[in-house]
């Protein structure tokens, strides 16, 4: 069964460092989101690309965050620089072309440690 | 501003028992709801829901929505330990975004 692909699964870092997280969405899904699940909440939505083409970003700290999808199908996010408050799990999800009332599929997460 | 409450935020039963999860909206150009359980890892789909009234089933879970009332639940009878998870419900609102807004989650423990 088609999954997506996140790693690394597991980041520590210190802050004022730089980190990068890849997603590698299903084959095929041209819809792909980047979400912020802090410990205890949902998950919040940081980006969301259709294709290579972002959809929407009105969430993302653009000041140190950043997200993109060059060719339409796996995407990076990256927080330069690292802050303590940015521990946590980043999920990022797939699914497919304009579908109406569609699930979304979720990659494993990467969960991250700031120090 | 778009809103999703979860109620209870824990729950603690014996195996056997039959819980409902609450959930509740308040979201601009309501499109569907979705049911999604989490345990240590990313969320799993359960349902989704865009018809009032309409129950969706799947073994012991079922779930309802109520577009008047603006709420749904979600029944897990017969519990088992393996049902323990945090259960999330999200919602699709944006029109043309296709974006989900979650609430914080039920965490469901059910003790042998």
């Known amino acids: 069964e088609a999954e997506v692909a996140q790693s690394p699964r597991y980041k520590i870092t210190e802050k004022s460092q730089a980190v990068a997280f890849w997603c590698d969405p299903i084959?095929?899904?041209?819809?792909l989101y980047w979400y912020r699940q802090i410990l205890g909440q949902g998950p919040e939505l940081l980006v969301q690309f259709q294709d290579e083409s972002v959809v929407d970003d009105s969430q993302l700290p653009k000041d140190r965050f950043s997200a993109e999808r060059l060719k339409g199908v796996d995407s990076t996010l990256k927080i330069q620089p690292a802050e303590l408050g940015d521990s946590a799990m980043y999920l990022c999800a797939s699914s497919p072309r304009d579908r109406v009332g569609y699930e979304q599929y979720f990659g494993p997460g990467t969960r991250l440690t700031v120090t | 501003e778009d809103k999703v409450v979860q109620s209870p935020l824990s729950l603690v039963v014996h195996e056997g028992d039959t819980v409902t999860l609450n959930c509740s909206y308040e979201?601009?150009?309501?499109?569907?709801l979705l049911w999604y359980k989490q345990e240590k890892k990313a969320p799993t789909f359960l349902f989704m829901l865009t018809s009032s009234g309409i129950e969706k089933k799947s073994g012991r879970l079922s779930s309802i929505l109520d577009k008047k009332e603006l709420f749904s639940i979600l029944n897990i009878t017969a519990t088992q330990t393996g049902d323990s998870a945090v259960y999330l419900c999200?919602?699709?609102?944006?029109?043309?975004?296709?974006?989900?807004?979650f609430g914080t989650g039920t965490r469901l423990t059910v003790i042998p």
């Open positions: 084959s095929g899904h041209a819809t």
């Open positions: 979201v601009t150009n309501f499109r569907s």
């Open positions: 999200a919602v699709e609102g944006l029109a043309g975004a296709n974006n989900l807004f």
